[in-house]
């Protein structure tokens, strides 16, 4: 019997809205999938897309950064600077035969409990049609 | 280019007195091969020349070894270095004195505008044996290559650099003395690049997993290359360690991302790295999506201006966003 | 020594007639020419124009797992299955050959290597006389030649229209033996014909130089400045070390994915800037002058006095593929000439 693909996504979430957000889905008993994994860094601005490939190398399947709206960063600018760089490094994986989709990008503030729940059930659907990433085993 | 006119040109700059030397280039003995060259005396500015079998990028020795020449923020009334600089590595120049990597007040830039240079193993297969020492000069569309008592004509384009043939910025755009008329410059355009993207997402895999699996780790892209200067390279930290060591599937290809997405508007498409590697990884196809990218995305593109802001730290709030949630 | 004929067509079949081993030839990958397991001896490349990889990789892999650990802890054997299959290395040229026994001295005497030495005498040479030496060859002048069965089991002669294969070695017999029926006893064409490769290869070798200077003149040369001069266009990448048959240095490193990790052994080049990084942050060879300066004297001094020997065989793998076209026989001249 072929066992169920159950996969590995780590989120890396910012401090003053993500993460604070995904807490409140959790005290506002929104449920999501329990395959993510939560980092939390202060700014997705600090966030290099090193990260993703770190994780991917230890065996993540997927990878979710989740920052402030535009416009509502407690740094100002770092979720702009975060934008560029997932922008380009995402094209880079495709360009490479890794789908886009393994690396997802989300604005969710401190009071969007139930958006976060809603990202998380996405990305990991998604996930899971795709299957498991093999492209960075041995 | 005039040789002699070099020469003259660089016995002058060295006797100016405050400068440590000028980095050009010397044929070697035997065959094709040419070497940096630190020139410092008369003597060894005979030595020096250009010719179409200039491959190597001198702009590296620059920021090479930690401490060895040119921090940026040095005091302006100290030691200077010369160096030759084609168009390719005049952007690389351009490039790492927007990042501040050098100081500009002490650098003399002898700038060639160069028609492209010669891939090192076609010439080397097209007469192969022959060690005399060769000169090369370029006339009309062919290379005249002199070996000893022989001489031949090849057509340029058996024997031009693959990454010559691509090339859009000949003219160097940062330099103190010009030497030569400026060539004809050609729009950038990336039928590599676009081959690639045409594949399916399986065949690029594939395409990749062959290529990374040859490679050896030996770090020569990343040593040869001008723009990886990092004194502390994110390829080789081990606390924290962000790339193993082992050499695998997996390994190389988190090294080669992380190599490309550190070069992302960065790269000034010399091609050293594809250049130097042992096993023929075609690097720049990586280096040059990521141009390509950057010039559509953000109307970026490396070392063309001085006072450009490194790409990722500026953003525009129309910047593209329809991937997020 | 015992000596055979094969077809050259019959090659293939020869190749297939090995029971129990893996076979490892020379394969092109991409524009190189490398070292690898063969499942189907179609695929053996006999390249002649490209210098191989050398098959070092295949005694002293450039990833070797030591032993394997998790949560639970340490495993109570290291880990040997990559020693345990018969291995037949069929295409390697003499330098290689004679490179392995310059890293036995070190991997199998003093502190015998309990991988290396498994995989070691598992493992049939079979060698590939060079008929063609590439243009940075200079085997002769390192007590090598193109023809050397020094370190192998077996060598096959291009003949034209037929190998001539000299046998040396009990493991070499047994490995012909399960062929018998593709073999003949050579004719004296045959015979004749690989006298004159063998004489035409040493004439094609078009590099030489002396050691003798080298040697008297490294006792006085370890503060010179030549060092800097030599070192000043090397970019300190690994491509030397990786590249040589006889360069051995390793690094040890942990790894881990997911909860399961692993202790390996890994090439490391003492070209690297880390090489000889202490955890305080000293470096007693802080530039590629004082790196540069211990190579040379590693290979041609130190290897001598500890081996007698040079640690090198003369393949011209660096100076073919040196980024800043370091040549090392100009570089050995320059050192005897220095005095």
Redesign the interface.
């Known amino acids: 019997m072929l066992k169920k693909f159950d996969p590995n996504i780590v989120a890396f979430l910012c401090n003053w809205c993500s993460y604070a957000g995904a807490d409140l889905t959790g005290t506002s008993h929104f449920h999501y999938p329990e395959n993510l994994r939560a980092v939390r860094v202060m700014c997705t601005g600090r966030i290099n897309?090193?990260f993703a490939?770190?994780a991917?190398?230890q065996g993540a399947d997927g990878v979710l950064i989740s920052g402030c709206h535009?416009g509502e960063c407690h740094y100002m600018?770092g979720n702009?600077?975060a934008?560029?760089?997932i922008?380009?490094?995402?094209?880079?994986?495709?360009?490479?035969?890794?789908?886009?989709e393994r690396l997802?990008?989300?604005?969710v503030s401190a009071s969007e409990g139930k958006k976060f729940a809603d990202?998380v059930k996405?990305?990991t659907n998604k996930i899971k049609e795709l299957g498991p990433l093999s492209?960075?085993?041995? | 280019m005039d040789n002699q006119r070099f020469r003259d040109e660089a016995k002058r700059i060295l006797s100016e007195g405050n400068v440590r030397c000028l980095i050009g280039y010397s044929k070697?003995?035997a065959?094709f091969?040419?070497?940096?060259l630190?020139a410092r005396t008369e003597g060894d500015v005979e030595r020096l020349l250009f010719s179409p079998l200039c491959n190597?990028s001198l702009v590296?020795?620059l920021t090479?070894?930690k401490g060895?020449l040119l921090e940026s923020g040095a005091r302006a009334e100290e030691d200077k270095i010369a160096i030759v600089a084609r168009g390719c590595d005049s952007r690389a120049l351009c490039q790492i004195l927007a990042e501040k990597g050098i100081s500009r007040e002490r650098l003399i830039v002898l700038g060639v505008p160069c028609p492209g240079v010669i891939d090192l193993s076609r010439i080397?297969a097209r007469f192969?044996?022959r060690?005399e020492c060769a000169e090369v000069t370029e006339e009309g569309g062919a290379y005249l290559v002199r070996l000893g008592n022989d001489s031949y004509a090849v057509p340029k384009e058996e024997l031009l650099a693959e990454h010559c043939k691509r090339c859009s910025f000949p003219n160097p755009l940062v330099y103190d003395v010009l030497l030569g008329e400026p060539v004809a410059q050609r729009k950038p355009s990336y039928e590599d690049v676009l081959a690639?993207?045409a594949?399916t997402?399986?065949?690029?895999?594939?395409?990749?997993?062959?290529?990374f699996?040859?490679c050896?780790?030996?770090?020569?892209c990343?040593?040869?290359c001008p723009l990886c200067y990092c004194d502390e390279c994110?390829l080789?930290r081990l606390s924290p360690q962000?790339i193993?060591?082992?050499?695998?599937?997996?390994?190389n290809?988190?090294f080669?991302?992380?190599r490309?997405?550190h070069l992302?508007g960065r790269c000034a498409g010399c091609g050293?790295c594809e250049?130097?590697c042992?096993?023929?990884l075609p690097l720049m196809l990586?280096n040059r999506?990521?141009e390509k990218?950057?010039q559509a995305?953000?109307g970026h593109t490396a070392g063309t201006d001085v006072e450009q802001k490194p790409?990722?730290?500026t953003?525009d709030?129309k910047?593209?966003?329809d991937?997020?949630? | 020594m015992e000596n055979y004929g094969l077809k050259k067509d019959s090659l293939k079949e020869f190749l297939k007639t090995l029971q129990d081993v893996e076979l490892f030839a020379p394969v092109r990958?991409?524009?190189?020419t490398?070292f690898e397991h063969v499942s189907d001896p179609e695929g053996v490349a006999l390249d002649l124009e490209h210098q191989p990889?050398p098959a070092k990789k295949l005694l002293l892999p450039?990833?070797e797992i030591l032993f394997a650990f998790d949560k639970k802890g340490l495993p109570k054997e290291p880990d040997f299955r990559g020693t345990k299959k018969k291995r037949f290395v069929f295409g390697v040229r003499p330098c290689d050959a004679r490179g392995f026994g310059i890293i036995d001295s070190v991997y199998e005497k003093d502190c015998p290597d309990p991988y290396y030495v498994a995989k070691r005498s598992n493992t049939v040479l079979a060698g590939l006389q060079c008929s063609h030496p590439f243009?940075n060859c200079f085997c002769t002048s390192l007590g090598g030649s193109p023809s050397s069965s020094e370190g192998l089991d077996l060598l096959f002669f291009d003949c034209g229209g037929s190998y001539l294969i000299e046998v040396y070695t009990e493991k070499g017999q047994q490995v012909v033996k399960e062929a018998q029926s593709l073999l003949s006893s050579p004719s004296a064409e045959q015979i004749t014909e690989k006298e004159k490769v063998v004489r035409e290869a040493a004439e094609r070798i078009?590099r030489s130089l002396s050691l003798d200077g080298v040697l008297r003149n490294m006792e006085i040369l370890f503060e010179d400045p030549i060092w800097g001069d030599m070192a000043?266009?090397c970019?300190?990448?690994?491509?030397c070390t990786?590249?040589c048959p006889t360069c051995y240095c390793f690094?040890i490193?942990d790894?881990k994915i997911q909860g399961k990790a692993k202790r390996?052994r890994?090439?490391d080049?003492c070209m690297?800037g880390?090489y000889t990084l202490h955890a305080s942050g000293h470096n007693p060879r802080p530039?590629?002058a004082e790196r540069l300066r211990n190579r040379m004297y590693h290979k041609f001094k130190h290897n001598i006095d500890l081996h007698g020997i040079a640690g090198c065989v003369g393949c011209g793998r660096c100076i073919t593929?040196c980024?800043?076209?370091e040549?090392l026989i100009?570089n050995l001249q320059s050192i005897e000439s220095a005095r």
């Open positions: 897309p090193l490939v770190a991917f190398r535009p600018q702009y600077l934008r560029r760089k922008t380009l490094f995402r094209n880079l994986m495709e360009f490479v035969g890794i789908s886009p997802r990008m989300s604005w990202v996405e990305v492209a960075f085993e041995e | 070697d003995a065959g091969r040419v070497s940096p630190f190597i590296n020795y090479l070894e060895a080397e192969q044996g060690r690639v993207e594949m997402l399986e065949e690029k895999e594939k395409f990749w997993k062959e290529i699996g040859r050896l780790r030996c770090y020569a990343r040593n040869a994110v080789e962000w193993q060591r082992s050499v695998n599937g997996g390994d290809l988190s080669h991302l992380a490309a997405y992302a050293e250049r130097v042992p096993v023929n990586l999506k990521m990218d950057m995305l953000f790409v990722f730290s953003f709030r910047d593209p966003e991937f997020i949630l | 990958r991409g524009d190189v490398a990889l450039q990833t243009p078009q000043r266009k970019i300190s990448c690994g491509i990786y590249t690094d490193q790894e390996v890994i090439w080049s690297f880390e530039t590629r593929l980024p800043a076209n040549d100009e």
